[in-house]
């Protein structure tokens, strides 16, 4: 089955930087849509950044929240997409979350992504 694991969340400054990973098992990485969405305490999950499938050409796009400090990349062959996070904010903490669209579109809409995994935390110290 296909399943989605994040990693490398923690604690880093306001102005900091942190890179996390989702690698991805059981189905046809490169196929599918990517995307990084986040969780904050009280807030509804929104959309971060994601990379479409290749039958979209591996479109890139960003929320508008993150746009130039965010950079979101994925390796086909290791199945892993990555998100890297400069000049961090206190804002930005939250549960950060990858999905996969098996459509391979993605977009901002959580209701169009078939996968999750179990989150990474990631918190801002201001």
């Known amino acids: 089955q296909v399943q989605l694991v994040e990693s490398g969340g923690g604690l880093v400054q306001a102005v900091g930087s942190l890179n996390i990973s989702c690698v991805a098992s059981g189905h046809t990485f490169s196929a599918y849509a990517s995307t990084w969405f986040r969780q904050a305490p009280g807030k509804e999950r929104e959309f971060v950044a994601g990379?479409?499938?290749?039958?979209?050409?591996?479109?890139?796009y960003y929320a508008d929240s993150v746009k130039g400090r965010f950079a979101v990349s994925r390796d086909n062959n290791k199945n892993t997409m990555y998100l890297q996070m400069r000049w961090l904010k206190p804002e930005d903490t939250a549960d950060y979350y990858c999905?996969?669209?098996?459509?391979?579109?993605?977009?901002?809409?959580?209701?169009?992504?078939?996968?999750w995994g179990q989150g990474t935390q990631v918190t801002v110290a201001s």
């Open positions: 999905a996969a669209d098996s459509v391979g579109v993605g977009g901002p809409l959580t209701s169009t992504h078939d996968y």
């Open positions: 990379i479409s499938g290749s039958g979209s050409g591996h479109r890139i």
